[in-house]
């Protein structure tokens, strides 16, 4: 079956380092795969989009990775932030836009 | 400036009633869609919309319907609502199918 799994466990990070967050997918050849952040009462908001030739995006302290070997996208916040504290979404693009159920990062000062 | 709205914000209603939910949207986007979003489940989408008159199916459709009459809006009306409904709907809209802007969100309790 189709799988789009992030960490459901809550990820704590001492602020200033580096956050890493993980998404894995299976039985899926997706086009491109997108990061969103929510805030607790609001809807997603889009961070970075990376297609399936491109193996690396930066986006100001943000940087995303897709493996398709792996099936895997990595999220790095580098110099994190408590004001980075949310729950972050990948969506993958197979015939529609598929959204994995988040990860919540505390950035802890 | 631009941006997608969504109406009521709350809203709580009782079993087997007829309840329409309002997602508008200035950006002029051809694609609109539907999610809930419940603990344990992230974002499933339930309908959605690539223009005028073009309605399809998501992964969770049964119980509710849309029309897209303009390009401007995509109510979602839950034809008699169930407390399986109780949920937070988003409404999003897009140009092709990159980037989804989120409207609020409306928290719906069916009770």
């Known amino acids: 079956s189709q799988k789009i799994e992030q960490n459901s466990e809550a990820l704590n990070i001492q602020e200033g380092k580096t956050a890493t967050l993980t998404c894995n997918y299976t039985?899926?050849?997706?086009?491109?795969l997108q990061w969103y952040r929510q805030d607790p009462g609001r809807g997603p908001v889009f961070l970075l989009l990376?297609?399936?030739?491109?193996k690396e995006k930066r986006k100001e302290r943000l940087k995303v990775t897709f493996d398709t070997t792996l099936k895997q996208s990595l999220f790095h916040i580098t110099a994190s932030q408590p004001a980075d504290s949310a729950t972050y979404l990948c969506a993958l693009r197979d015939d529609k836009i598929i959204f994995g159920k988040g990860t919540r990062l505390h950035i802890l000062p | 400036d631009a941006e997608i709205t969504q109406s009521p914000r709350h809203k709580i209603t009782e079993t087997g009633r007829q309840v329409t939910l309002a997602c508008h949207q200035t950006?002029?986007?051809?694609?609109m869609f539907w999610y809930r979003q419940d603990l344990g489940h992230g974002l499933r989408l339930i309908h959605y919309?690539?223009?005028?008159?073009?309605?399809n199916k998501g992964e969770v459709s049964d119980g509710y319907s849309v029309s897209r009459s303009n390009t401007e809006d995509l109510p979602l009306t839950l034809e008699s609502a169930a407390s399986s409904q109780t949920s937070v709907y988003f409404c999003?809209?897009?140009?092709?199918?990159?980037?989804?802007?989120f409207g609020p969100g409306t928290r719906l309790t069916v009770l």
């Open positions: 950006w002029n986007h051809n694609n």
């Open positions: 919309s690539y223009g005028v008159q073009d309605t």
């Open positions: 999003a809209s897009s140009w092709g199918e990159d980037t989804q802007y």
């Open positions: 039985n899926y050849s997706p086009a491109y």
């Open positions: 990376i297609r399936e030739n491109e």
